[in-house]
T-cell receptor, first 112, second 114 residues
Framework: KQEVTQIPAALSVPEGENLVLNCSFT??????LQWFRQDPGKGLTSLLL?????REQTSGRLNASLDKSSGRSTLYIAASQPGDSATYLC???????????FGKGTRLHILP | SQTIHQWPATLVQPVGSPLSLECTVE??????LYWYRQAAGRGLQLLFY??????ISSEVPQNLSASRPQDRQFILSSKKLLLSDSGFYLC?????????????FGQGTRLTVV
């Protein structure tokens, strides 16, 4: 059974800092991994998708890396801004028809 | 392009009343469909998922049920709501294209049982 852990659970930092959010999963035989952002009271917005054959993906100030063998993914946020404040969740996929299990997320607060 | 519709956005229902939340997907075929619940300040709890019409997997025994009457329609129901059913309900779909599985979420339904 896949279990997903996200560390830290919450993070509050002044704007401008570079951040690292961690995601670990117990079963490393994943198909791909997706990072999401959730604003309060809203649905989830997809940020980055990493295939199991890739080591990282980049979108603007976001960079996600994947170390499949060790069961870890990291989301880097460069030059953080108050608009980055949200909860960030990761979801590793085992195969196309498997259920999608999430970590509890990292609640990020960027101070102006 | 693919879109997902979930309604209503908010709902206030009395204890003991029935519930029906609907989710539809456009622009894709044979998606996997999911219902999640998020209690205040907590993570996403998977309630049901479906890989095809009439195929429903239940993750948590509870007061809710799900149905998939059409390929791109997923319905969450209850015959009698409990106070503990309050929460934020999210519908999602995932597709398999070019060897990638990717999920997309609706905007959610805030259910308050009073």
């Amino acid at each position: 059974k896949q279990e997903v852990t996200q560390i830290p659970a919450a993070l509050s930092v002044p704007e401008g800092e570079n951040l690292v959010l961690n995601c670990s999963f117990t079963d490393s035989a994943i198909y791909n991994l997706q990072w999401f952002r959730q604003d309060p009271g809203k649905g989830l917005t997809s940020l980055l998708l990493i295939q199991s054959s890739q080591r990282e993906q980049t979108s603007g100030r976001l960079n996600a890396s994947l170390d499949k063998s060790s069961g870890r993914s990291t989301l880097y946020i460069a030059a953080s801004q108050p608009g980055d404040s949200a909860t960030y969740l990761c979801a590793p996929y085992m195969n196309r028809d498997d259920k999608i299990i999430f970590g509890k997320g990292t609640r990020l607060h960027i101070l102006p | 392009s693919q879109t997902i519709h979930q309604w209503p956005a908010t709902l206030v229902q009395p204890v003991g009343s029935p519930l029906s939340l609907e989710c539809t997907v456009e622009g894709t075929s044979n998606p996997n469909l999911y219902w999640y619940r998020q209690a205040a300040g907590r993570g996403l709890q998977l309630l049901f998922y479906s890989v095809g019409i009439g195929q429903i997997s239940s993750e948590v025994p509870q007061n809710l049920s799900a149905s998939r009457p059409q390929d791109r329609q997923f319905i969450l129901s209850s015959k009698k709501l409990l106070l503990s059913d309050s929460g934020f309900y999210l519908c999602a779909w995932s597709g398999f294209g070019t060897a990638i599985v990717e999920a997309f979420f609706g905007q959610g339904t805030r259910l308050t049982v009073v």
